[in-house]
């Protein structure tokens, strides 16, 4: 599903993060930026073991819920990741909303920053942090949509989904964003 919005689109897409073509692959990190699971286990086994290396050097650290910080991308077909912490579910009462949205707006800015026409994003906070799908799209898509219609930058922006319940989710979100 492709969906234009300003000079830029954003594109659904079903499959694997680490396959994509863009300028930044964005990783569901956690703060200590310590690896793990799901998307984030994906992109450093794809991304090689330099990545979790630079992550030690340069952000010993870790960073704060709501915020990224971007490394090289390894062996992966990009140029950049940029590892943000999205909110743990706690029932929407805890300044989720607002968390998952200063999330992607970092990506965004960082991919300003630094160039990028394309960046491809997972589903932040929706895996082991147990955001609800359907909200965490619609924050999602909102926020990417907004900044699209107001920026030259980007020309880009993939959602790399995993499963078909994800795709869903996001798929009908954004179709409700077009009437």
């Known amino acids: 599903m492709i969906v234009q919005f300003g000079s830029a689109r954003i594109e659904l897409v079903l499959g694997d993060i680490t396959t994509q073509r863009v300028d930044a692959i964005v ?5 200590m930026l310590a690896g793990g699971g799901g998307v984030d286990g994906a992109i450093h086994n794809a991304a090689g073991p330099e990545i979790m ?15 990224a910080v971007e490394t090289t991308a390894g062996n992966l077909n ?7 912490v999205g909110p743990i579910w706690r029932g929407g009462g805890n ?9 992607y707006q970092t990506c965004l ?13 997972p589903s932040i906070s ?15 898509l909102k926020t990417v949509a907004t900044r699209l219609e107001s920026t030259n930058q980007l020309e880009v922006v993939k959602f790399v989904l ?7 989710g996001y798929a009908r979100v954004l179709e409700t964003m077009l009437v």
């Open 78 to 84: 990009a140029k950049y990741i940029f590892h943000v």
């Open 126 to 140: 929706t895996g082991v942090y147990g955001y609800p799908v359907d909200l965490a799209a619609d924050v999602a």
């Open 95 to 103: 300044q989720e909303r607002e968390l998952l949205q200063s999330a």
């Open 27 to 31: 990783n569901a990190a956690n703060a």
């Open 109 to 121: 800015s960082l991919g300003e920053k630094l160039q990028c026409r394309s960046l491809a994003f």
């Open 53 to 67: 290396a630079e992550l030690n050097r340069r952000y010993p650290d870790g960073c704060p819920t709501g915020s």
């Open 162 to 168: 995993f499963d078909q319940g994800t795709f869903g």
